[in-house]
């Protein structure tokens, strides 16, 4: 047994003084105070003194302490470094997160700042369709660009729009993870100057598919087509196309939201893609769709749904437009398309300001100089833009002729 001081008793432990204290092969005792005593284990590791604690010595004993001290001191004489093999000890110990669990701890972080459920779905289906399979079972430290490429190689010529948007959250995942201290190191799935030297650029990959749209000249037929079909899903289509709104701002509207009197919608910042608050100024047409709805109306509360659901309380589905068109046998068009028919019209056959016709859309603007001037939301020349549409909605020109509306100034 390595050599023991013969200064330290149990009765001493209890009632020595503010100090510090020897009790042989390394092991000290440090008085701060009556209730502050601890164990502290001393050594030397490349010429330089260490200080090692082994806990509180109201708790620990002495002759417990002393077993420990002397197995301490007996590593150090084999060249061990009793703290570095604590710490590895301890890193190892460390929880082991895979990518699914670093994924699914990343959703509950990040979805009270997301519109709504449905973008939080996005990112769920989209990472456990592609990534999972590869990734999911995988400790999060250990997935490297291999791994990466497994996942990205087989979807980006076929669905680049689709391997693109998974790289990013990909990225978004393992960054959350090294900000956890999950991971170190670069971030595999980043872009900028790593996987851009390994696929190509997705705009050279494949063109963005847009929504198929219909042709503008052909929307007063079409609309006098939906005016004989039945359903709420044939109103609200209507009100959508009216409005140029997206479909799950149009079938999500509340009556809270309207403005009968003012002819004004006004959609909330959270159901806007832009997270902003946003005005529609309603035609006469689309009043006449509002007052439609209104007669069938059998919630009396404010935030019922405008255009509701088969459940009490809830909207219609975005399947209930889709399952119209298919009845219209127009499986080829989609109600998002819509906005392009409208904004095809705005800029071929009006000559409404390009910058009228984005707000009409709710487009943000992207150059920054534009937008620092962009302070109104233009709400009275976008009022005479959307009645002109309303209008031209409701014409069928014979024999095809093209009528034009030209804006007032």
Request: glycine content about 8%; charged content about 25%.
């Amino acid at each position: 047994m390595p050599r023991r001081a013969a200064g330290l008793t149990a009765a001493k432990v209890r009632t020595a003084k503010p100090g510090r204290y020897g009790d042989g092969s390394g092991l000290y005792l440090l008085v701060r105070s009556a209730e502050a005593r601890f164990w502290v284990f001393r050594y030397t590791q490349d010429g330089r003194m260490r200080e090692m604690g082994l806990g509180s010595a109201l708790t620990f004993s002495l002759a417990e302490t002393r077993v420990k001290a002397a197995e301490l001191h007996r590593k150090v004489k084999l060249g061990i470094d009793p703290l570095a093999e604590r710490d590895a000890a301890a890193a190892s110990a460390r929880t082991v997160m895979t990518f699914d669990e670093v994924a699914q701890a990343y959703l509950a972080a990040h979805e009270a700042g997301w519109r709504n459920a449905k973008h939080r779905q996005q990112w769920a289906n989209t990472l456990s369709t592609y990534a999972t399979p590869v990734l999911g079972a995988l400790p999060v430290d250990s997935i490297d660009t291999g791994a990466i490429m497994r996942v990205l190689e087989p979807v980006w010529r076929q669905k680049t729009e689709t391997a693109s948007r998974l790289r990013g959250r990909i990225e978004s995942v393992l960054d959350f993870a090294t900000a956890r201290e999950w991971r170190t190191g670069d971030n595999p799935a980043r872009w900028r100057g790593h996987l851009d030297s390994l696929l190509p650029a997705p705009g050279k990959v494949a063109r963005v598919e847009h929504h198929p749209a219909l042709p503008w000249r052909e929307i007063g037929a079409f609309m006098a087509l939906l005016r004989d079909q039945d359903g709420v899903a044939a109103i609200a289509m209507r009100f959508l196309i009216l409005t140029a709104a997206r479909t799950g701002e149009a079938i999500g509207a509340s009556w809270a939201e309207i403005d009968l009197s003012g002819a004004v919608w006004t959609i909330p910042g959270r159901r806007m893609k832009a997270g902003r608050e946003h005005r529609v100024p309603l035609s006469d047409a689309a009043l006449d769709v509002l007052r439609l709805t209104a007669r069938l109306r059998s919630d009396p509360s404010p935030d019922a749904p405008v255009f509701p659901g088969g459940k009490p309380g809830k909207p219609l589905s975005t399947m209930a437009l889709l399952m119209l068109l298919r009845r219209m046998e127009r499986g080829d068009l989609t109600a998002h398309g819509f906005r392009s028919t409208f904004r095809d019209w705005c800029g071929e056959s009006t000559n409404h300001p390009r910058e009228v016709a984005e707000g009409a859309l709710a487009h943000s603007i992207k150059d920054k100089a534009e937008a620092a001037y962009a302070r109104s939301d233009l709400l009275d020349k976008r009022r005479r833009l959307m009645s002109d549409w309303g209008t031209f909605c409701g014409r069928t020109a014979p024999g095809g002729e093209v009528i034009a509306l030209r804006a007032t100034t």
